[in-house]
């Protein structure tokens, strides 16, 4: 099956620092999503951002599809950002299941 | 309605019994999916579905699994005889269905298996 790596595993920033995560696929995707995950265990959906670039506030997303990655960048960083972020993909030619890579653990601390 | 529902939030249950987790999809969402997260793991998916019908259902562990979806609405998530590895936060999402839509998840139900 398809191989979904994130890095890093874990990230600690100070508040009001930039950070960039990183999702490695093996595979063809025709979907690619981020979600942040909150120390609570709620499930946020960020982008669903199978190529191109979008933006969201202090947020933004890449994906290159032909170079299997994507990128979530974080700026201006706050406590609220804690949590683990996850990269999930769907294989081309499938429309079933999205599935996710093993996450970032990011510590926003003051 | 304007989220996805699970219902219990919180199911602790004794070795060898049955429990039933429901999920309340987004109105409209034609794909509804179940996924299982174990402490600390990432999510593991279980079973999709279209409409009433489960074209996916290759992540479900064994046979003492089964999911049901009826109406094209609510679906039901059976684990018979549990054992204490079922013990897990079981996740439901919703979407529009096909490619192209993002997935809406649920807040989960946490299940105890003592």
């Known amino acids: 099956g398809i191989q979904v790596e994130q890095s890093p595993p874990d990230l600690i920033l100070q508040e009001g620092a930039n950070s960039t995560l990183r999702c490695n696929f093996s595979?063809?995707?025709?979907?690619l999503q981020w979600f942040h995950q909150n120390p609570w265990g709620q499930l946020i959906n960020l982008f669903y951002?199978?190529?191109g670039t979008k933006q969201n506030g202090r947020l933004s997303a890449t994906t290159v599809a032909t170079e299997r990655y994507s990128l979530l960048y974080i700026s201006s960083s706050q406590t609220t950002d804690s949590g683990v972020y996850f990269c999930?993909?769907?294989?081309?030619?499938?429309?079933?299941?999205?599935?996710f890579g093993t996450g970032t653990r990011l510590q926003v601390t003051l | 309605g304007a989220g996805v529902s699970q219902s219990p939030s919180n199911k602790v249950t004794e070795k060898g019994k049955d429990v039933e987790l429901r999920c309340d999809p987004i109105?409209?969402?034609?794909?509804l999916y179940w996924y299982r997260q174990s402490l600390g793991q990432g999510l593991e998916f279980l079973i999709y579905?279209?409409?009433?019908?489960?074209?996916?259902k290759s992540g479900l562990p064994s046979d003492r699994f089964s999911a049901e979806r009826t109406g094209g609405s609510v679906s039901t998530l059976t684990i018979q005889r549990t054992q204490q590895e079922d013990s897990a936060v079981y996740l439901c999402?919703?979407?529009?269905?096909?490619?192209?839509?993002?997935?809406?998840f649920g807040s989960g139900t946490r299940l105890t298996v003592v």
């Open positions: 595979d063809s995707v025709n979907n």
């Open positions: 109105s409209g969402h034609t794909a």
């Open positions: 579905f279209q409409g009433n019908s489960a074209p996916d």
């Open positions: 951002i199978p190529s």
């Open positions: 999402a919703s979407s529009l269905g096909g490619t192209g839509f993002g997935y809406t």
């Open positions: 999930a993909v769907e294989l081309t030619g499938t429309a079933s299941k999205l599935t």
